[in-house]
């Protein structure tokens, strides 16, 4: 064997290697969900919103949060005194003053409205001028330190009184965050209903290519027999003529019957969020449609039970209950934020003077006995727009939110009744639709069965076989249809209800169940 050759078997070979590689694989609803759930750009946004939630609850949060308050300062001045100034006795430069000053501040506000602070401060003054406070000559730049603290309590008597005002937004944020979460597994079931609808609509589109070329194949071994009948002078010639009609029209349906499953295919990952180059390695569907007797469905379905379901699932119903407990929490709060601003504060001072040049000097200023400060009151601070038109504002459109809210709230589960009894009813439909296109399509083999024999023994004309042959083809088309039907109807009766699955944290709870049962 030559290089050459080699070579050109050896790109052969890794050619074929490659489209292998790249070949389409089986999915099944299971694996469609789990893909779903994990590459749909609606469930990521979902995730989104729900950690938007969150950040609004931390906001909310900080309200409680140390409060941490420090500075530090420096300063210098200098004043030419006046002629008349006695001080110019003791020296002719400008008074010169330094100064400097450190503080450190704590506050808090508790969940019950009361909030303590803590503060220390340091101040350090010193200048040129020999004569002290006490009229003592002692120097030019005698340090002179004050230290002082106060510890505080406020206690709102008006507004913002009472944990139940002081924590109104953080609760209320706490069940944005719930809400939030519920209303993405929903909105997370409803991609799960279009992924098994776009699943099994990709299923009908691969069955009725099955069923165009079956039908294909039928109709070539016509044109074989009739064939072999004109050459045994046993029918006209003429008859080619129509079966070759017959047969250029099943192949143009096959044609069509292609392009629908692949516009079905890529469909179905455009639901299930993945890219066209993705969608096209889709293969062929695994799980088959579900079956009457395996679905859990019997005759004489109690409407109640399924409206109690889907009353007690329905993650948007709990969502749409906990956004209005939460605008009823901000109502409260704006309500509240209606009165006065009305506050008690006790508090207690202690410190202390020094004065003398050096660190021991400054810390005693706080611990010796001398020049020691101690004291307490109370004070009593109001205040009160006149007019209040902020927190009137803020008030009626919580107001108006909050019975919008009670309104959206009674409509969603006044639709959700009707939804499930109209998806109760398409599911009881379907099942009827099922049974008799079974029935027609079983009647409709034995007719063309027997047709065919006819038609082989000469005992009926060839028009008769084609029409049997197309009405063959159209009861296996309804007959698949209605089997779509009834997967679709059993997954909406499951969506309505609220138990589709779709929280994105349980994708091992997800089983073929779900699409081929009802709820029970």
Known sequence: MTKKAFYIQLIVLLATFQMFSQSTTPVNLVKLSQITLAESPIVKQNILTISSAEGGFLVQKSIFDYQLTSGISWNRDEFNLFTADPRNSFFNDPLDSRGAGVSVGLQKTFRSSLTAALSVDYTLATDNFPINTFNQNVGAFIDNHTVSSTFSLTQPLLRGRGRSIATALEEASKLDIESADNNANFANSFELFQMSTAYWQYVSAYKSLEIFNENEARVRRVLEITEELVKADKRPAGDLAQVKADLANQERQTRVAEQILYAAKLNLGRVVGL????????????????????????????????????????????????????????????????????????????????M?????????????????????????????????????????????????????????????????????????????????????????????????EKFKNGMTILLNLIQFQERLTFAQIEYLRAQQEFANAIVNLRFETGTLVANKNQNSSINKDLFFTIPN
Request: charged share 25%; no cysteine; net charge negative.
């Open 275 to 354: 890219s066209e180059e993705t969608s096209k390695q889709l293969g062929n569907p695994l799980d088959e449609f579900p079956s009457i007797e395996a679905s859990g469905y019997a005759k004489g379905l109690n409407e109640t039970t399924f409206l109690q379901i889907a009353q007690s699932n329905r993650a948007d119903i709990e969502a749409a209950k906990q956004t209005l407990e939460a605008i009823e929490l901000q109502l409260q709060f704006t309500e509240n934020n209606k009165r006065p601003q009305l506050d008690l504060t006790g508090f207690v001072n202690y410190g202390g003077m020094n």
């Open 356 to 452: 003398g040049n050096g660190i021991d000097r400054a810390l005693a200023a706080f611990s010796r006995n001398e020049g020691r400060n101690f004291g307490y009151g109370v004070r009593l601070s109001f205040s009160f727009p006149l007019n209040n038109n902020l927190a009137k504002g803020n008030f009626i459109q919580n107001e108006i939110a909050f019975k919008d809210q009670e309104i959206t709230t009674t409509n969603l589960q006044r639709n959700i009744d009707l939804n499930v009894s109209i998806a109760l009813n398409n599911l009881e439909n379907s099942v009827q639709v099922l049974e008799k296109a079974k029935e027609a399509l079983e009647f409709n083999e034995q007719v063309f069965d027997n047709e065919q």
